[in-house]
């Protein structure tokens, strides 16, 4: 199903994962499970032989979801909910929703209500992160997923399933990190569009498969020219829709380093080895570097951006804000503050799930880049 596909093939998926999905479902026989952002530990899931699939929100019409949640709930928690309830209603066995915010506090209960006939769970990571007892808990959250999984499935989990687990999403990681450095070098050997697009159906689909594809594209991967191309830093929590990408390659910006959650915090959850699997994924919660809307830490953002821009030696930041995200709300205007104060230009794209506007975007952001050309 996911075995060898093109570039096209890739891009377009990733625009629409869900009938490929359902085909996947209906030929193995297997259950699929949706999950939000961020750091669901997907390992555990498909060591019960599941397909942990990241619910990334939809652009289609919000028919429902309007009136269960409050007007202020970002465009990418209504537009979730809306997935599940209007466009993919039968796809999903059930849903691991972790809270990180107020909304997704609210979005929990809420979507345990009205998405019926699904099994359901909360995953509830700590916030405050540089506690001791907080290695605990996100231990005995792991260990309590793996007894919910159990009881939904009816069978016991076994090590030897989680090992391979481990192993195949350790394994997509470092394909997707050694594609991305590759045209991070070589900025016209592939696309933004194209990179970004590996890295977000590989939080969607099955990786035993798509790290065969994975590994053909790498094979194939020639030397490119950097000529023209401008590099740039890339933050925020994720940038969608993915017709972004196609602009900055319109525009020939070169993204260099990111802290997106379908980005870079997604490739630095590799799981170390070692005895005691359950540690090990409790380790790399807490060895994940970037921002997450659970940590909340502008400071600690602030600090990897610049560390990002300066290492890269990249020319500009663009800062992708998602309208209505609380835990970007309360951090942008001082992260804004700090980044310019540094002497780092900065352009912020703004989205929203239903009404983003790509010329708008276009028409700022080719403004943005003339004005700093020659800096
Ligand atoms: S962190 Fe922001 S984008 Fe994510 S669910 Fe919360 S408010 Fe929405």
Not at 70 to 97: H, I, K, M, Q
Not at 164 to 192: G, H, M, Q
Not at 277 to 303: Q, T
Not at 320 to 343: A, N, T, W
């Amino acid at each position: 199903m996911w075995e060898n596909m093109s570039l096209e093939e890739i891009k377009r998926c990733a625009d629409d994962p869900f009938p490929s999905i359902r085909a996947w479902k209906k030929e193995k026989r297997k259950k699929v499970i949706g999950t939000t952002f961020a750091d669901v530990p997907e390992e555990i899931i498909e060591a019960f032989g599941m397909l942990p699939v990241t619910l990334m929100g939809t652009h289609k019409p919000l028919k429902k979801a309007q009136a269960l949640l409050p007007d202020n709930a970002c465009s990418l928690a209504r537009s979730n909910l809306e997935l599940v309830l209007s466009y993919e209603t039968d796809l999903f066995d059930g849903f691991v929703l972790p809270q990180v915010c107020d909304t997704t506090q609210h979005l929990s209960d809420i979507w345990r209500i009205n998405v019926k006939n699904t099994y359901f769970e909360s995953y509830l990571a700590p916030r405050q992160t540089d506690r001791e007892s907080a290695k605990y808990w996100v231990r005995r959250e792991i260990e309590r997923l793996k007894d919910s999984l159990s009881d939904f499935s009816g069978i016991k989990m076994k090590e030897e399933n989680l090992e391979r687990a481990i192993e195949v999403d350790n394994e997509n990681k470092r394909l997707l990190k050694e594609i991305y450095r590759f045209k991070s070098e070589n900025p016209s050997s592939l696309t933004n569009r194209e990179v970004f697009s590996m890295i977000k159906l590989s939080q969607q689909v099955d990786k035993t498969e798509f790290n065969e594809s994975l590994k053909k594209i790498k094979e194939k991967l020639r030397s490119g020219t950097r000529e023209g191309y401008t590099d740039v830093i890339l933050a925020g929590i994720t940038c969608d829709p993915l017709e972004i990408y196609d602009l900055l390659d319109e525009i020939k910006l070169n993204v260099v380093g990111d802290n997106l959650l379908i980005g870079s915090r997604y490739l630095q959850g590799e799981v170390d080895p070692g005895e005691d699997l359950f540690e090990k994924l409790m380790e790399r919660h807490f060895k994940r570097g970037f921002f997450s809307p659970i940590h909340g830490n502008v400071f600690a953002e602030f600090e990897e951006i610049k560390r990002l821009y300066k290492e890269n030696n990249a020319k500009a930041v663009i800062y992708v804000h998602i309208e209505f995200c609380e835990s970007q709300e309360y951090d942008l205007p001082d992260l804004k503050k700090m980044v310019r104060d540094e002497g780092i230009p900065m352009h912020v794209i703004e989205t929203e799930y239903q009404t983003t506007s790509l010329s708008h975007i276009r028409t700022r952001l080719q403004a943005f880049f003339e004005s700093i050309k020659g800096i």
